[in-house]
């Protein structure tokens, strides 16, 4: 049995409270996708991401190496 078939029939055994439960899941994992969605579509072109980090006057590869050799 596929997944998909396993929770229809789990859905179909349940009480009202449980569905309640169930529904306020639902409506909170399409708030968490909803969130997913706007922020992929929100984010910096390259052109820009170079424009920022081109007034850097630090090293960001050192920055990188550095926090790599904290965790080790």
Do not use: C, F
């Amino acid at each position: 049995m596929k997944i998909r078939e396993k929770i229809y029939e789990e859905i179909k055994n349940m009480g009202l409270d449980e569905l309640s439960i169930l529904y306020e899941q639902i409506k909170l994992i399409e708030k968490i996708k909803q969130r997913y969605k706007e922020k992929r579509y929100s984010s910096y072109t390259i052109e820009e991401i170079q424009q920022m980090t081109s007034s850097s006057k630090s090293s960001w590869a050192e920055s990188v190496n550095l926090g790599r050799e904290e965790r080790l």
